[in-house]
């Protein structure tokens, strides 16, 4: 459905205070520049308010923003070679739009295509931050914001826009550990025509159907008990591990139904390191600070949701310091990522399906003065992906799952996904 958007507004918006010299140039990590050539697009859905006055809200958005970026400046700047942001103060795109609608009408069943119609349009100009602030006929309003992926992962984009709404409320914010250089510790390389090909990984596809499945607290608490304990720890596993294991096990039978003769199906996590390192990173700091784990399942195996669980919760507990710091010494990961691929590729009609969780990270909690969302998704269309984000109660997990049409027209009737997932409004 078209939401017949109307542009009211288009202006650049620039740092509260200019960036000292020595602060001119921000260093990508390898990460960084690994990271695909995608904007990431998070929406935040806000209940219509007793001011409905959208200037007003305008000006404390762009006011604020303008602060913000003070403290975040890289986002502020522009992409200025393979190995370096060049934060020159030329600001960020602000766009505000009027949608003629009621905002339930894309709440009540969220398509990724209407979603999309609620971003800023994507620039040439490599632009590392856009905004689209959109006012719904019901006063309702979405807030769309897209950072581009080599300045940010999620857990860097919900940090900075909790941040910005702390400082439309007027609080003092802390920028002092938001910029903090990863390439000590990842040091940058010379990727040649390799980043190229993981991009071709990460590219939109026409023929791929984005669809929104909810998974309940109470839904995703009898799975973990189907499933039972898990790994050398025998814990349980996390929410993000049983409904992981939950899709990988659907993927796999559509898989198996298509060709038997299918050798290994491989499931990627993405681990944010963060907190996995000694000492740990602030929460806050930008960048790409994230480690693709895999885990593979011989196909030839019977599926359990028990050992896929175990398989992708062995594949993120590898993921301790000693075990980050000797994979990069000396290029080992990219060497390691060189060799995986070149392994993978002799290996014929093997799949790769990948998870991205942005649960746990701060999106509910930015409040702008108007309240806290009523509802936070993403935008993104990737194939063979899912992403993960929090339900509003915290409990649940809505995932955005990335698959071909026709192989989705299966994962959506399949009796797993229907005894655990439903379609229900997102709020």
């Excluded at 040439?124 to 950072?147: E, H, K, P, R, T």
């Excluded at 992708?312 to 390691?336: A, C, F, P, V």
């Excluded at 049409?405 to 709020?427: C, T, V, W």
């Amino acid at each position: 459905m078209d939401l017949n958007i109307k542009i009211l507004a288009k202006e650049t918006i620039q740092p509260s205070s200019p960036t000292p010299p020595h602060q001119k140039i921000y260093k990508l990590s390898l990460f960084d520049q690994l990271a695909p050539p995608v904007y990431a697009p998070v929406i935040l859905f806000y209940s219509p308010t007793d001011v409905n006055d959208s200037a007003k809200t305008s000006h404390l958005l762009k006011k604020s923003l303008s602060e913000t970026l003070a403290g975040f400046y890289p986002f502020a700047g522009r992409v200025k070679d393979g190995f370096s942001i060049e934060c020159n103060d030329r600001g960020v795109i602000f766009i505000e739009a009027f949608v003629d609608c009621e905002m339930s009408m894309v709440l009540k069943q969220p398509e990724i295509d209407q979603l999309q119609q609620l971003l800023p349009e994507e620039s040439s100009d490599q632009i590392l931050l856009a905004v689209q602030v959109n006012y719904f006929g019901c006063g309702g309003m979405a807030l769309s914001v897209c950072i581009r992926h080599v300045i940010a992962d999620a857990s860097a984009a919900a940090y900075f826009v909790k941040s910005w709404a702390a400082i439309a409320r007027g609080e003092n914010v802390n920028f002092e550990d938001a910029i903090y250089d990863c390439t000590s510790l990842f040091p940058s390389q010379n990727l040649f025509n390799f980043s190229e090909n993981i991009s071709k990984n990460h590219d939109v596809l026409l023929n791929v159907a984005m669809k929104r499945f909810l998974f309940d607290g109470s839904k995703i608490a009898a799975l973990i008990e189907k499933i039972g304990r898990i790994g050398s720890t025998q814990d349980h596993p996390t929410r993000v591990e049983a409904v992981s294991a939950l899709i990988w096990s659907t993927v796999i039978a559509i898989a198996r139904e298509r060709d038997e003769t299918m050798p290994m199906h491989v499931a990627t996590t993405a681990v944010n390191l963060r907190k996995r390192l000694n000492p740990p990173l602030p929460p806050q700091s930008i960048g790409n600070i994230y480690q693709l784990t895999m885990a593979n399942w011989m196909m030839e195996k019977t599926t359990s949701y028990n050992d896929l669980a175990e398989r992708i919760h062995e594949s993120i507990k590898k993921m301790t310091d000693e075990h980050i710091r000797k994979l990069h010494g000396g290029g080992g990961y990219l060497n390691m990522m060189k060799n995986a691929a070149e392994g993978l590729g002799k290996i014929s009609n093997i799949e790769v399906f990948g998870f991205s969780s942005w649960c746990r990270f701060p999106f509910y909690e930015a409040d702008f003065g108007w309240g806290k969302p009523i509802w936070v998704s993403t935008a993104l269309k990737l194939n063979k992906v899912a992403i993960f984000l929090d339900t509003s109660d915290g409990k649940g997990i809505e995932a955005w799952v990335g698959l071909s049409k026709e192989n989705m027209d299966k994962f959506q009737r399949h009796p797993d996904i229907l005894a655990y997932g439903s379609f229900r409004p997102s709020h």
